[in-house]
């Protein structure tokens, strides 16, 4: 089942082309775009699809995000090797390959059990082993901060104060914000209450779920 072959090696290398063709300008994202088995995280029937930047759907509501963006928001997080990264939304866990193979230490918080519970026994059958949470990314998790970056996975409608709190100054937070279009947006943490933001443009997240009933 967990099959890699020749040919999706090369259909990886023709995405990682294409998307440096949109833009993307980073060789480490690239490589890991390259390197990382997208087809291993659909659903079979989706396999012949799985190196074309399109979006998925994973179950529990949840989509794999187009290629582009996740090499988008790992670009414009400058991640350097060794960097503490918090993931907000491990849905499939693709983009939390993609991070691991940057050479960062990944703590990943998942709000949908279902997506939690498959993902955290997914990963590590593929090679792949990080710090999984199951909890509310709105929270973040304190008890690890600061990061030195933080990317998040779904659309918001703002941002989290406990996210910006757990940023360490002169970290970069990667967020996608709005309610239907999201403006993907930087935030670089200048000192203990200042920040900058930039904004790139607009993408289409599933939006980020605050935790109000807990207990499932």
Known sequence: MLNDTYRHKGLRKQLAALLKEKGI?????????ETVPRHLFLNSSFIERAYQDIA???????????PHTVAFQTELLELKRGDKVLEIGTGSGYQTCVLLEMGVKVFTIERQKELFDKTKIFLPSIGYDTKFFYGDGYKGLPVFAPY????????APSI??????????????????GDKVQIMTLIEKTAGRQFEKTEYGEFKFVPLLENKEWGD
């Open 25 to 33: 300008e980073s060789a480490e994202v690239l490589k890991a775009i």
């Open 56 to 66: 998925f759907p994973i179950g529990a509501g949840q989509t794999i995000s187009r």
């Open 148 to 155: 030195d970056k933080i990317i998040i996975t779904a659309g």
């Open 160 to 177: 989290p104060e406990a996210l910006l709190e757990q940023l360490k100054i002169g970290g970069r937070m990667v967020i996608p914000l």
